[in-house]
């Protein structure tokens, strides 16, 4: 009997790791919280909207169909999606079991299911990072992965005009899906300063050679951007956001190279929207669950063939480091390729561990050319919300932290409830533990024994027997 595979995550790196186990041999189990499968990066128009074009604000269109199109029609591959993992079980031999809930995420009589895998590739993806400043809770004021979403999948614009600051190439197709979709962009700020970012991207500029195809992405956002005069501006950052119950203006000011505000430089800009990112935060609740090891506390750690340190787990994608969609499908169809059993000497391997090398060297320039700055808590000021779900400011925070709590991480989280709403610290959770570094020691903002949101009732309720055979293409 062939080996089973379950890959959670269908954005590029999960559908890649599904096309490479069905490459290997086995049958694939492909699982996504989303109704259709292609991730952050192909989101798609519901199909009830019947869009004559659904590629016409993505990258790579193409490819993604013939890819999308030749894993979900595959006899071995098991489409699941509105598929929500909650939770993973470690087992004494063997990958963990993968506990899931099948539905609408809002809907009554979600399905309990059990998955026991011989293979589990994690590709989950990773969160848009917002650094907090003061009014960045007001209504108005988004992710700029949240702006791109609605623009992709909805065909909405989150205002007009709109202000998108941030750091890294991210910003750049934002600005894109908003252009295409009918907003206004006044203009696109990297924080980094112009020397930080040539720095980065022109060190060892014999490698950029085999980026050929991120040249050409870059050169038509460049040109979009000009055709529609948006002007493009480094070393300076949105460091206050202001209104009367939404966002009305936003005050934007030049950096130092360390994100400290240089002084007389603050600008006020009135807005309708304004659409943030600082890099991403990878989703590590499922590998940390599943006891893999991280590197620097940031990344998965995966060997030559992407498995973690835990036998049978195999990771891929903006868990294992943030270099972008094509990097993703290749880790992918490598994870997949040694989840399903496929030989490690395969001419096909080989090639597909040199790409991934030079796709691993792409993320250390992207690195290097927009990292976030060690001054930007200077923009905080003592009422600055940091959680948003529990409102809690950075001087409540600094208070617990220099007080009573002192040198405990969780007794300041307990003490002022930061990370312990709605979300779970997957939005603020980096952000309070860099605030307390040195100050409160201990915990992991990657920690949570519920991955994903299960009600009582549904915990209470036995898992379905999972059937064994071919579920929907589509």
Same mark, same amino acid.
């Given at each position: 009997?062939?080996?089973?595979?379950?890959?959670?995550?269908?954005?590029?790196?999960?559908?890649?790791?599904?096309?490479?186990?069905?490459?290997?041999?086995?049958?694939?189990? %492909?699982?996504?919280?989303?109704?259709?499968?292609?991730?952050?990066?192909?989101?798609?128009?519901?199909?009830?909207?019947?869009?004559?074009?659904?590629?016409?604000?993505?990258?790579?269109?193409?490819?993604?169909?013939?890819?999308?199109?030749?894993? !979900?029609?595959?006899?071995?591959?098991?489409?699941?999606?509105?598929?929500?993992?909650?939770?993973?079980?470690?087992?004494?031999?063997?990958?963990?079991?993968?506990?899931?809930?099948?539905?609408?995420?809002?809907? &009554?009589?979600?399905?309990?299911?059990?998955?026991?895998? $011989?293979?589990?590739?994690?590709?989950?993806?990773?969160?848009?990072?917002?650094?907090?400043?003061?009014?960045?809770? %007001?209504?108005?004021?988004?992710?700029?992965?949240?702006?791109?979403? !609605?623009?992709?999948?909805?065909?909405?614009?989150?205002?007009?005009?709109?202000? /998108?600051?941030?750091?890294?190439?991210?910003?750049?197709?934002?600005?894109?899906?908003?252009?295409?979709?009918?907003?206004?962009?006044?203009?696109?700020?990297?924080?980094?300063?112009? &020397?930080?970012?040539?720095?980065?991207?022109?060190?060892?500029?014999?490698?950029?050679?085999?980026?050929?195809?991120?040249?050409?992405?870059?050169?038509?956002?460049?040109?979009?951007?000009?055709?529609?005069?948006?002007?493009?501006?480094?070393?300076?950052?949105? /460091?206050?956001?202001?209104?009367?119950?939404?966002?009305?203006?936003?005050?934007?000011?030049?950096?130092?190279?360390?994100?400290?505000?240089?002084?007389?430089?603050?600008?006020?800009?009135?807005?309708?929207?304004?659409?943030?990112?600082?890099?991403?935060?990878?989703?590590? @609740?499922?590998?940390?669950?599943?006891?893999?090891?991280?590197?620097?506390?940031?990344?998965?750690?995966?060997?030559?063939?992407?498995?973690?340190?835990?036998?049978?787990?195999?990771?891929?994608? @903006?868990?294992?480091?943030?270099?972008?969609?094509?990097?993703?499908?290749?880790?992918?169809?490598?994870?997949?390729?040694?989840?399903?059993?496929?030989?490690?000497?395969?001419?096909?391997?080989?090639?597909?561990?040199?790409?991934?090398?030079?796709?691993?060297?792409?993320?250390?320039?992207?690195?290097?050319?927009?990292?976030?700055?060690?001054?930007?808590?200077?923009?905080?000021?003592?009422?600055?919300?940091?959680?948003?779900?529990?409102?809690?400011?950075?001087?409540?925070?600094?208070?617990?932290?220099?007080?009573?709590?002192?040198?405990?991480?969780? &007794?300041?989280? %307990?003490?002022?409830?930061?990370? !312990?709403?709605?979300?779970?610290?997957?939005?603020?959770?980096?952000?309070?533990?860099? !605030?307390?570094?040195?100050?409160?020691?201990?915990?992991?903002?990657?920690?949570?024994?519920?991955?994903?949101? /299960?009600?009582?009732?549904?915990?209470?309720?036995?898992?379905? $027997?999972?059937?064994?055979?071919?579920?929907?293409?589509?």
């Amino acid at each position: 009997m062939s080996r089973h595979v379950v890959v959670v995550g269908s954005g590029p790196a999960g559908l890649g790791a599904a096309a490479g186990a069905l490459r290997a041999g086995a049958r694939v189990t %492909l699982l996504d919280a989303a109704e259709d499968p292609g991730g952050q990066y192909h989101r798609m128009p519901p199909a009830a909207f019947g869009a004559a074009r659904p590629g016409r604000l993505h990258h790579g269109w193409r490819g993604f169909e013939r890819l999308r199109d030749r894993v !979900l029609g595959h006899p071995r591959c098991a489409w699941w999606p509105e598929s929500a993992v909650w939770s993973v079980d470690r087992t004494e031999q063997g990958p963990p079991h993968v506990h899931v809930l099948r539905g609408e995420a809002d809907g &009554a009589g979600r399905e309990r299911h059990v998955l026991r895998p $011989d293979g589990l590739v994690l590709a989950p993806g990773a969160h848009d990072r917002v650094l907090p400043f003061p009014g960045w809770e %007001l209504p108005g004021v988004y992710t700029a992965g949240a702006a791109q979403a !609605l623009a992709k999948g909805e065909r909405l614009v989150v205002g007009d005009p709109v202000l /998108i600051a941030g750091s890294g190439p991210f910003l750049l197709p934002v600005a894109a899906s908003l252009i295409e979709a009918g907003a206004t962009v006044l203009e696109v700020l990297e924080a980094n300063p112009a &020397a930080t970012v040539a720095r980065g991207w022109a060190a060892r500029p014999w490698e950029l050679a085999a980026q050929a195809g991120k040249a050409g992405e870059l050169a038509g956002y460049a040109g979009l951007l000009a055709r529609h005069r948006v002007p493009y501006r480094t070393g300076r950052a949105v /460091i206050e956001a202001r209104g009367d119950g939404r966002v009305e203006e936003a005050v934007t000011a030049r950096l130092h190279h360390d994100w400290s505000v240089v002084p007389g430089t603050e600008r006020t800009v009135p807005v309708d929207a304004l659409c943030v990112t600082h890099g991403f935060s990878p989703q590590l @609740e499922l590998p940390v669950a599943a006891g893999c090891r991280l590197r620097g506390g940031a990344f998965t750690d995966v060997d030559d063939d992407q498995r973690t340190s835990v036998p049978g787990v195999y990771a891929a994608g @903006e868990i294992t480091g943030i270099a972008g969609a094509p990097a993703a499908r290749t880790e992918g169809l490598l994870a997949g390729w040694a989840a399903g059993g496929g030989d490690p000497g395969d001419r096909a391997a080989a090639a597909l561990r040199r790409r991934r090398d030079r796709a691993r060297a792409f993320a250390g320039r992207l690195a290097a050319a927009h990292p976030v700055g060690a001054a930007w808590p200077g923009w905080l000021r003592p009422d600055t919300i940091v959680c948003r779900c529990e409102e809690t400011d950075y001087g409540t925070l600094l208070h617990a932290a220099d007080g009573a709590a002192a040198g405990s991480a969780r &007794a300041v989280r %307990l003490g002022t409830r930061a990370g !312990l709403g709605p979300c779970q610290a997957r939005v603020c959770g980096p952000t309070v533990a860099e !605030l307390l570094r040195g100050r409160a020691g201990g915990g992991d903002p990657h920690r949570r024994p519920v991955a994903q949101p /299960i009600r009582l009732g549904e915990l209470a309720n036995p898992p379905v $027997d999972t059937p064994d055979k071919k579920e929907s293409a589509r």
